[in-house]
């Protein structure tokens, strides 16, 4: 099973500051490798496809990069409602899998 | 507009049974593969189940394996799940979610299962 492994598990920042969350994944995954976003009491949005598509409807800030093992997610400028968890994903190989999850708080 | 509506959680005791239910609307159903992925309480997202559209292939999660059977009725629009001997920690919100090319391009508001005696 490839585990991904998220970091930083929290990330304490303001609006209009820039974050970046990281992936790694146990083994390479190619670009296989997507991103969600999860609002406390929703359901989770696909945000990122392929490393680095942004999914229909997805703002310009939110942008995907990296292959193989190291993957990045980066909100250029944060808004008020980009305060949530994110979660990397692939589907290189069964199973598929979740890293943990990024909280990003105000 | 595409909706996903699940049904069929509750409160059942470890070792029971419990079907899931979940109703497309929206799209042609049978065009897409389909997904469950649960969360735990407080806890991250782990990916259960997929069932091809044509279900002539579905795939598990290990911890599920001969447990769980992951069904559609493509003339109904619904995807089932079927967990038997279900455990403690099989608790939680099951999402159904419709697949492309690997991603998972649109979400259900999940059912609860617990399980607890």
């Known amino acids: 099973e490839i585990v991904l492994t998220q970091s930083p598990a929290t990330l304490s920042l303001s609006p209009g500051e820039r974050a970046t969350l990281s992936c790694r994944a146990s083994q390479s995954v190619g670009t296989y490798l997507g991103w969600y976003q999860q609002k406390p009491g929703q359901a989770p949005r696909l945000l990122i496809y392929?490393?680095?598509n942004r999914a229909t409807g997805i703002p310009a800030r939110f942008s995907g990069s990296g292959s193989g093992t190291d993957f990045t997610l980066t909100i250029s400028s944060l808004e008020p409602e980009d305060f949530a968890v994110y979660y990397c994903?692939?589907?290189?190989?069964?199973?598929?899998?979740f890293g943990l999850g990024t909280k990003v708080e105000i | 507009e595409v909706q996903l509506l699940e049904s069929g959680g509750g409160l059942v005791q470890p070792g029971g049974s419990l079907r899931l239910s979940c109703e497309a609307s929206?799209?042609?159903?049978?065009?897409?593969?389909m997904s469950w992925v649960r969360q735990a309480p407080g806890k991250g997202l782990e990916w259960v189940s997929l069932?091809?559209?044509?279900?002539?292939?579905?795939w598990y999660t290990d911890s599920v394996k001969g447990r769980f059977t992951l069904s559609r009725d493509n003339s109904k629009n619904t995807l089932y799940l079927q967990m038997n001997s279900l455990r403690v920690d099989d608790a939680a919100l099951y999402y159904c979610?419709?697949?492309?090319?690997?991603?998972?391009?649109?979400w259900g508001q999940g059912t609860l299962v617990t399980v607890s005696s």
């Open positions: 929206g799209f042609t159903f049978s065009d897409y593969a």
């Open positions: 994903h692939q589907h290189s190989n069964w199973p598929w899998t």
């Open positions: 392929d490393a680095s």
């Open positions: 979610a419709q697949e492309r090319s690997g991603w998972l391009i649109q």
């Open positions: 069932i091809t559209g044509s279900a002539d292939g579905t």
